[in-house]
């Protein structure tokens, strides 16, 4: 078995200050890009998609690569712009985004606006017609139900970890690690904001995602903290949290490293329409280890200092580990014939 890292006695704590101020900083500057956004495009702080505001995406492919300027003129001409054009995989196939516009283009089927920007491109790329692979149409009421329910799935996550964790360890925990997801969240959104990445039901999963990534986490070092707790009597919470991170430091570098690995290659080789995807899984790596280390063992070493455990609660958690320990050290009856 690979082993790295073992018995290692690193002092994640004494740096907590330090990240508490850079983490702060990082959510502060994606806030005031936030405000800047929505004073530049009208109210939209962040960078929606067809899906949750409205509109028409049409998928084209060619035989050959084709000009991607041509393809937005194309679009321009059609009667359609500022709506988005990309590329994904090569220059054979674009994805147009078309945002719900006021007037005739705005209530225009979807086949039919294909059928115009094919009808174009057929005049400007006589030698290589243009192909419709695909033509949506979202309405406005389908992009705000949408976006009311990826709200809703996240706030469901919250309480949901919040209600686990205090059963499965005691509030203190299950506090400390609801405030690290929303940290977590915050830090995601400002990454959002600098990277002006476009928000879709994609992006929805991969924050959900990065929020079970980063709970998982957290949730293997408090169960080291709570079995440390029973084990090191005279030690104090915060060198139980050092020697807890520390133990489970070796899971922690494999596991991120090889997530790591497969986000950068979907980053680098997936294309452009995973590539939003592949940005939040990526640094989701990366927050949701921050998270885990520096914000929900400061929270936990703050609530603490600010509500101390008594001697009765901690004898009854004595007692229900040593009861737990009892029943899996049980030996399991032989049946004879």
Request: no cysteine.
């Amino acid at each position: 078995m690979l082993r790295i890292l073992h018995d290692t006695k690193l002092d994640f704590i004494k740096h907590w200050k330090t990240a508490a101020i850079g983490t702060i900083a990082f959510i502060a500057l994606g806030m005031v890009l936030l405000v800047v956004h929505a004073a530049r495009h009208n109210g939209k702080a962040l960078n929606e998609s067809v899906e949750f505001l409205g509109g028409t995406v049409v998928q084209l492919s060619f035989q050959q690569d084709a000009p991607t300027d041509v393809v937005r003129a194309a679009v321009d001409q059609a009667g359609f712009a500022g709506s988005e054009v990309t590329t994904f995989g090569d220059n054979k196939s674009f994805l147009i985004k078309i945002p719900p516009k006021e007037g005739a283009a705005a209530a225009a089927n979807a086949d039919s606006v294909g059928a115009q920007v094919v009808g174009i491109l057929k005049q400007r790329l006589p030698s290589d017609p243009a192909r419709v692979e695909r033509a949506e149409a979202v309405g406005p009421r389908v992009g705000s139900e949408l976006k009311t329910k990826a709200i809703t799935a996240i706030l469901i996550s919250f309480l949901v970890t919040l209600v686990y964790l205090a059963i499965r360890f005691e509030w203190r925990f299950g506090v400390a690690a609801t405030i690290a997801t929303a940290h977590d969240i915050l830090t995601t959104m400002a990454f959002l904001a600098m990277m002006r990445l476009e928000i879709s039901l994609t992006v929805v999963a991969a924050i959900l995602t990065v929020i079970g990534y980063s709970l998982n986490d957290t949730i293997i070092i408090f169960d080291r903290v709570r079995e440390n707790l029973r084990k090191q009597r005279k030690e104090t919470l915060r060198e139980v949290l050092n020697r807890s991170i520390n133990e489970t430091l070796p899971r922690s570098v494999l596991t991120h490293a090889t997530v790591f690995a497969a986000t950068l290659s979907l980053l680098i080789f997936a294309g452009e329409v995973i590539r939003p995807f592949s940005w939040i899984m990526a640094f989701g790596v990366f927050t949701g280890t921050f998270s885990s280390i520096y914000v929900a063992g400061a929270i936990l070493l703050w609530i603490e200092h600010k509500w101390p455990r008594t001697p009765e609660s901690e004898n009854k958690g004595t007692a229900r580990a040593l009861a737990e320990g009892r029943r899996r050290e049980r030996p399991t009856p032989v049946t004879t014939r």
